[in-house]
Nanobody
Framework: QVHVVESGGGSVQTGGSLRLSCTAS????????MGWFRQAPGQERAWVTT???????QYSEPVKGRFTVSRDNAKATLYLQMNNLNPDDGAMYYC???????????WGQGTQVTVSS
């Protein structure tokens, strides 16, 4: 059975930082593309970043230079270090796993990030 669980969300002020974690089980983590998505109220879910099994990283434009994604395959854990947060970053953040192309097969329940001005 697959489990994907996010943690680390919270409330910060503009300019603050948070580190999200995503622990996964039930599939071969090291073989999976792992990503973060976010969804703000009234908006569609948006892709934030991906880390491929090769270690290649991709970021969406709004977070480039501020967010850093990393993975620890030994711990089957994905991280998202978020710095210099602003109110536009406030959203529910979701972790996703892509074990076969195309798309993302497994999703977590999300962790809430709130950024106050």
């Amino acid at each position: 059975q697959v489990h994907v669980v996010e943690s680390g969300g919270g409330s910060v002020q503009t300019g603050g930082s948070l580190r999200l974690s995503c622990t996964a089980s039930g599939f071969t983590f090291s073989d999976a593309s792992m990503g973060w998505f976010r969804q703000a109220p009234g908006q569609e879910r948006a892709w934030v970043t991906t880390v491929f099994p090769s270690g290649k990283l991709q970021y969406s434009e709004p977070v480039k230079g501020r967010f850093t994604v990393s993975r620890d395959n030994a711990k089957a854990t994905l991280y998202l270090q978020m710095n210099n947060l602003n109110p536009d970053d406030g959203a529910m953040y979701y972790c996703a796993a892509g074990v076969r192309r195309p798309g993302w097969q497994y999703w977590g329940q999300g962790t809430q990030v709130t950024v106050s001005s």
